[in-house]
């Protein structure tokens, strides 16, 4: 069946190949090949189909609670959600639904990307940094970082560790500094020398395109380079004047121009963070569709503007897992060291709402606790 439902008068209608969603706040219409349901705020369910037995459905929701399932259930089907249901999803007290959006993100990742979690060797291996937002711990003007930088050889002994460890994937993160990046270029080149199968991560904040493509042609070839929030005020908030959104989105293009696999990410309850925001940043990523998604709480950190923000929320973030799960069932999304850090057993506890993706740190355990980005991480 296709065609246009008209519902009332405020319905926005969204055609899909299989499905029709209409969904404006309390009414939600799903067209399904041969059946058609409208369900109202009253509670009232009207089905009609060219096949009798389907109109054996006819239930009341006073309760709402099935007009909520069949939100999880289009988010599954379609990839997509208006709104006003994001927002429901992201904000309901409904403890049940919850469950519902997580364990039906945990069988889409069984079912698309498998039962294997993936794990990568994190390697910080610098906590110089140019930048000053506002909410990091390795910021520029934080005093009282002992500032550190792995030498080449350092850097190999960790690549050692994390392949003797059966693990394939190489993740070396570090401040942005483009000369010391620039100064990465040979160690790259022989990490990939030695391990010409090994997948080799990059997350070295915002660099000039030609070191991108330098930084490619030495054997790198994922980025992960978060954009922290999608809406142009809010990321002013929460960086110096200087940086800008449509850099670090200009930057995100070139990545993937240049043939790397490209994640994207943000903080969950950054100061000044609202829902809608979020739901900025999953249109954002929709259009940007990453290969990679990392999200976190924000964790405060002593001597940084935000130190006496409160924390995200680790329920936030786990239901922001589901969803981008539903919405990206491709994607590679870790469970994150900060939520981990926020929420004990986090880890698991990410894989179970639809995550695939395990981080350990490989980064010397003298000069661990120096990539102190937020309090307490070092405690993980
Ligand atoms: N809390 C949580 N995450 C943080 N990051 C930086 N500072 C904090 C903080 N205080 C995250 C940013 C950055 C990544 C390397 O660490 O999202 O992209």
Not at 77 to 94: F, G, Q, V, W
Not at 100 to 108: G, Q, S
Request: glycine residues 8%; aromatic residues 6%; contains cysteine.
């Amino acid at each position: 069946m296709t065609g246009l439902v008209i519902l009332r008068s405020e319905v926005l209608v969204i055609l899909r190949s299989e499905v029709l969603v209409i969904l404006r706040s309390e009414v939600l219409v799903i067209l399904r090949s041969k059946v058609l349901v409208i369900l109202r705020s009253e509670g009232l369910v009207i089905l009609r189909s060219e096949a009798t037995k389907d109109l054996l459905y006819f239930v009341f929701l006073r309760k709402m609670r099935k007009f909520r399932v069949i939100m999880i259930e289009t988010l599954k089907d379609t990839r997509n959600l208006p709104d006003s249901a994001l927002e429901e999803l992201l904000e309901s007290h409904d403890a049940t639904l919850a469950q519902r959006l997580k364990d039906t993100a945990r069988e889409v990742c069984l079912k698309v990307k498998g039962p294997e979690v993936l794990i990568r060797g994190l390697i910080e291996w610098s906590n110089v940094c140019r930048n000053d937002c506002l909410y990091c711990g390795i910021r520029r003007s934080r005093l009282g970082v002992p500032r550190y930088s792995l030498t080449a050889e350092q850097i190999q002994e960790c690549c050692e560790r994390v392949w003797n460890d059966g693990i394939p994937t190489f993740v070396l993160q570090g401040g942005e500094n483009p000369a010391a990046a620039e100064g990465l270029i040979p160690t790259i080149k022989e990490i990939r020398r030695r391990y010409p199968s090994a997948a080799i991560t990059l997350s070295l904040g915002e660099l000039p395109f030609e070191l991108y493509a330098a930084l490619k042609e030495a054997g790198a070839n994922r980025y992960l380079l978060r954009h922290e929030t999608a809406n142009p005020e809010h990321y002013a908030s929460l960086h110096p004047a200087g940086m800008r959104l449509d850099c670090r989105l200009a930057c995100i293009r070139e990545l993937k121009f240049l043939g790397y696999e490209t994640g994207m990410g943000m903080m969950v309850g950054s100061p000044g963070q609202t829902t809608l925001n979020l739901i900025e940043d999953l249109r954002l990523m929709q259009e940007m569709a990453p290969h990679m998604i990392g999200i976190g709480p924000f964790i405060p950190q002593d001597g940084t503007p935000f130190e006496n923000c409160p924390s995200g929320s680790a329920e936030t973030t786990l239901r922001l897992i589901a969803i981008m799960r539903l919405m990206f069932p491709e994607a590679n999304i870790p469970a994150t060291t900060a939520l981990a850090t926020l929420l004990p057993g986090g880890k698991q506890i990410g894989i179970q709402a639809g995550a695939n993706v395990i981080m350990n740190v490989y980064t010397p355990i003298t000069e661990r606790r120096k990539y102190s980005l937020y309090k307490g991480k070092t405690d993980v």
